[in-house]
């Protein structure tokens, strides 16, 4: 079975990640990935996340309102945070529900 040995430098980035690393080639283009190992810790930290109370979005929600500002963006040459958080009200008004969603 092939394998690849890495050096101290990666093996430091794998056990300091707290989460999955992608592996790419020089054109960077994914060629696998590296699973953290869940630790007790880590268990216990993904169980209170999951008992919060929200607000929670779907990747759908979350796309469209990246969309938004991107077009946004690319109108106007560019924003401010100020002016970002002006959008999302905006997007916000105009659609009320659109970045709520009850929890299953």
Do not use: C
């Not at 430091?12 to 054109?27: M, P, S, W």
């Amino acid at each position: 079975m092939p394998e690849l040995i890495l050096n101290e430098e990666q093996v430091n980035l794998v056990h300091q990640a707290k989460g999955t690393i992608f592996v790419r080639d020089t054109n960077g283009h994914v060629v696998g990935r590296i699973e953290p190992e869940l630790t007790p810790e880590m268990i216990a930290e993904l169980k209170r996340r999951a008992r919060s109370p929200g607000p929670w979005y779907s990747g759908a929600q979350v796309q469209a309102t990246l969309r938004g500002l991107q077009e946004e963006w690319d109108r106007t040459g560019g924003f401010d945070l100020n002016r970002m958080k002006e959008l999302l009200a905006e997007m916000d008004a105009a659609d009320p529900g659109h970045m709520r969603e009850e929890r299953p």
